[in-house]
Every structure is written in C-alpha cells, then in structure tokens.
C-alpha cells in the first residue's frame, strides 16, 4: 500500500486521494490478506429479496459481520437458513463502498452439526402445531380399497419397485407415478408440486384422479431426509383432499410430513401394505360371510318351518269351528217366517190407525181454512207501494243514463280533438309534405335510390312527387351530369332534418 502514497516533498501538503480511490485500496488490502474463509456463527438478520439473493447477518456473541449470498449459490442450498441457526460458512471477505462497510461472499454453507438441525426441526414443529396442521380431527380415513394410487417418488430408486411388488403381491391396482427428487435443494419443490398436481386433477378425466397418494422414501441422514421438513412440503400434505399416506425414511426416522399426513408407514413397503388388502385374505373373508350367510338363511328357514307347525297343532280343526255357525244359521232360518208374518201384522195395524185420521171432510175443513188465511194475508199486500219504488228507481236510473251520456260524449269529443292533432303532426313531420315544396323521392321497387351508382343499375325508376308516382324506365333517361345531380342532392340534404321520415317503410328524400 505503501507505494500509493508519495512521500510529499519539503514545503508541499500531502497528495489528495478520491473517495473511491481510498475505498478502492481498501478493498485490495482486505482482499489480499484474507483470501476464502471458514465462518462458524450464528444467524441474526436474513431477508430474501425478490432478485433471489440472500442477505444475512453472521454473529456470535460479540460481534457481527453482514453476509450476502447470491442467488445461484442460495438455490443450491440443501435447507433454508433462518434466525437463530448455527451454520459453518465458506466464502471470501470483500467490501462494499457503497456503504463504507465489509462483508462476507458466501460460496458454500451447511448447519454446524445435527444438533444445530434438530433444533431448528423442533422450532419449525411448534410453529406448525401452534397452526393446527398436526391437529388429529383433520385426519381422513383411508379408503378401503382405492381403485388408483399415486406415488410421489423417485422414479429410478429401489422403493417404487418395492412398492409395486408388495401392491402386485397383495391386491393389484392401478398405480401413478409423479417423480421427483427425493434429496437435495429441488427435493421440497417437486415434492410439493406433486401432492399438489395429484390433487388438481379432474375426477373421471382422462388421467383418473387417485384415491390415494403415498409419499415415500428410503432411510438417510437427516441432511438427506430434509427435504420431506420444509415447510411447503408439510402444508401441502395438510391440504391434501386425497388421503396420504407418509412413508419417508426408516422405522426410527421421522419428519415433519409424518405429522401432517393421515397415516404414517414405517417404510414404503408397510405405506403399500395400509395402502390395500390382501386379496386372497378378501376373497377367503367374502367365501365365509356367504357361508355364514347361507347357514343362517337355513336356519331361519328350519326354525319358521317348526314354528309354524307347532302352531298348526295349536289350531282346532275346520269342521269344529263351523260347528257353532252353522248351528246358529239353522235356528235363524226357522225364525224367518215367524219374524216375517209379526212385522207385515204391525205394519198394517200402523197403517189402520193412520188411515182413519184420513177423511174427505177433515180434508175440505183444512182446505177451507187455508183458503181463508190466504185471502187475509192477500188483503195485506197492496200493488202500489211496489209501482212507486219501480217508478223512483227508473228516474234514478234515467238520470244516471243521462249523465252517463254526457260524459262519454265529453270524452271522446276530447280524444277526437287529440286525434286530429296528432294526424296534423304527424302529417307536418312526414316526407309527404316535403314534396309539396319541389322534393322528389325516387324508388327502385321498395328500395330508396340515394346515388347515381345505383340509378344506372336500375332498369326501372319510380319519382315520387307531392301528387303521385311518375314511372321512369333506365334504359331510356339519359345519366345525369355531376352538376345535374349535385343541385338536388343539396336540396335534400336541407330538406332532410325538416322531415324525417315517419317510419322505416317510408322512403328518404332525394
């Protein structure tokens, strides 16, 4: 550095640097002392801009130094980094004189020991809990026998062989592959991608939608099951419609998908096995319910049949219990004509009795006195009281009549009045009294000839005046000249906002 500065000369001030100048030299001094470095720390501030770079700050218990990140390195990352995590980092110190400061280029980083993981693991697992994505009342049930399956796996690896081994093996059923990465920074995306692809498709499409999904993995390090902890990878299992059915790692590993699915295998070839039933162990269990159910259909049969002969023996026979009935029906057949011969005796003994109330002269006394009661009452009702109210309700109603009258002859005196108003009106705003004042209209049929284009197409011509058609034949007018045409083709054009025609069967003027 020291050949930056010239020693100044007797009686001179020292020479004057540029800011970037000085920052510039500052930048060589710290890079060239201190080429890449190994970083163990602990991560304070982290922010992830939308242009994909990290910035993070690195500190311990005294000091803190700012880290960036560019996005190429962050991609490649095998976990996302967070607050509060211990990492080692690799990288190369450098300044930035945009803001007086130094910092560290991060080219590599990973969490300093599992330890460092498994806290961070734990965190993640209570913020998700406190969320209610591990709550057991959102479990679904898984279908007894799913029709498809879908895998979200690793196309390539040893389990999906297993899995469609022990699926052949116990009950064959239609099976689809998503794959994915199964380890590494990509591993958490496809994986959410697809439980998330499984559940968008249509039920009934052309690609069926599955029943059920299983999400699988062999055994590894914790760095290498990470993926199965991010955060995407669990809400989306949370949301599944589908049932899934988790089955990352060994028996002894557990990740956080494990909470979120409906039901957690030990391994994916046990996930196969919750997945359907053995086939043989079905069909053994359907042959004994049918035979259960065909002894039972017998034994009912056997023990009704009993039954109803025990109560048959129960019953007394036929001819013992016509017995009695037809003992009372020979006693009712004697009595007939007794009780016959005694009901025609009283009825004509009634008869006797009322018949001698009845005699001529009874009749003409209650005749004579309703003859004179009615001849009283006939006094009573006199003819004119009736005329009367007959004669004061038609002057009432002649009245009525009258004034009836004057009002209907009042009314459409006033609508024959409004009547010929409208017909001046409608006369004054028609094209017919346009013509009265030199216009013409010419017709081609029911078609209005506006131009000279379409007359000398025409081989007939109608010119309307104000008192009638006059008929022109195309073949023998002569074409107008433009100075010919121009002067009507004025006219109408003033003419034509003083008399619109009245509707669009009338034609327009010309």
């Given amino acids: 550095m020291s050949d930056l500065f010239d020693d100044p000369r007797e009686g001179e001030n020292a020479p004057e640097f540029s800011v970037s100048e000085l920052s510039g030299a500052i930048k060589k001094v710290i890079e060239g002392n201190f080429g890449h ?19 993070l700050d690195l500190k311990d218990d005294k000091s803190v130094i700012a880290g960036v990140m560019w996005k190429g390195v962050a991609s490649k990352l095998p976990m996302r980094p967070e607050e509060g995590m211990e990492v ?67 196309p390539s690896g040893a389990v999906i062989r297993d899995i469609l081994h022990r ?7 239609k ?39 299983i999400v699988a993995r062999g055994g590894g390090s914790v760095e290498d099951l990470w993926g199965f902890n991010e955060e995407s990878v669990v809400r989306a299992a949370a949301a599944s419609d589908i049932p ?84 009372r029906l020979d006693r009712a057949g004697e009595a007939l004509p007794r009780a016959l011969r005694a009901t025609v005796d009283t009825r004509r003994l009634n008869l006797t009795e009322k018949a001698a109330g009845l005699r001529p002269n009874n009749l003409r006394r209650m ?29 009432k109603l002649t009245s009525f009549s009258h004034r009836f009258k004057s009002a209907a002859d009042a009314q459409l005196t006033a609508w024959s009045t409004k009547l010929d108003g409208l017909e001046r009106l409608r006369q004054t705003l028609g094209y017919e009294a346009t013509l009265e004042r030199g216009y013409a209209v010419v017709w081609d049929g029911d078609q209005v000839v506006t131009n000279t284009s379409d007359a000398s197409k025409s081989a007939h011509l109608e010119i309307q005046f104000a008192d009638g058609r006059h008929q022109v034949s195309g073949d023998g007018a002569s074409d107008p000249t433009p100075k010919e045409v121009a002067k009507p083709a004025k006219k109408a054009a003033k003419a034509k906002p003083a008399s619109k025609p009245a509707s669009p069967d009338q034609g327009s003027l010309f």
């Fill in 175 to 213: 099976v689809l592959i998503w794959p994915v990465a199964v380890q590494g920074e990509k591993c958490a995306p496809e994986v959410t991608r697809g439980i998330e692809g499984f559940n968008k498709m249509t039920p009934g499409g052309a690609l069926p939608r599955p029943d059920l999904i």
């Fill in 88 to 154: 080692v980092a690799t990288g190369r110190i450098t300044t930035f004189g945009g803001q007086s400061k130094y910092q560290i280029v991060i080219e590599s980083m990973k969490p300093a020991g599992v330890g460092a993981l498994m806290a961070m693991l734990e965190k993640r697992k209570a913020q998700l809990t406190s969320e209610g994505l591990f709550d057991p009342s959102l479990k679904k049930p898984l279908p007894t026998l799913p029709e498809v399956i879908g895998v979200v796996t690793s």
């Fill in 367 to 395: 005749i004579d006195g309703k003859r004179s009661e009615y001849g009283r009452r006939a006094d009573r009702l006199s003819v004119q009281p009736i005329r009367r109210d007959i004669e004061r309700k038609s002057e």
């Fill in 37 to 55: 470095v190994r970083i163990r720390a602990e991560i304070g501030r982290c922010s992830f801009p939308r242009s994909g770079h990290v910035y």
């Fill in 167 to 173: 699926l052949r093996d116990r009950f064959p059923r």
């Fill in 244 to 327: 899934l059915i988790s089955a990352v790692g060994h028996e002894t590993d557990t990740t956080l998908i494990d909470f979120a699915s409906d039901k957690r295998a030990p391994t994916p070839t046990a996930a196969a096995e919750l997945a359907v039933p053995v086939r043989l162990e079905m069909l053994a269990w359907v042959d004994e319910q049918g035979a259960r159910m065909t002894r039972a259909l017998e034994q009912g049969v056997t023990q009704r049949g009993q039954r109803l002969r025990d109560l048959a023996r129960a019953l007394p026979r036929a001819e013992v219990l016509l017995e009695t009935p037809r003992q």
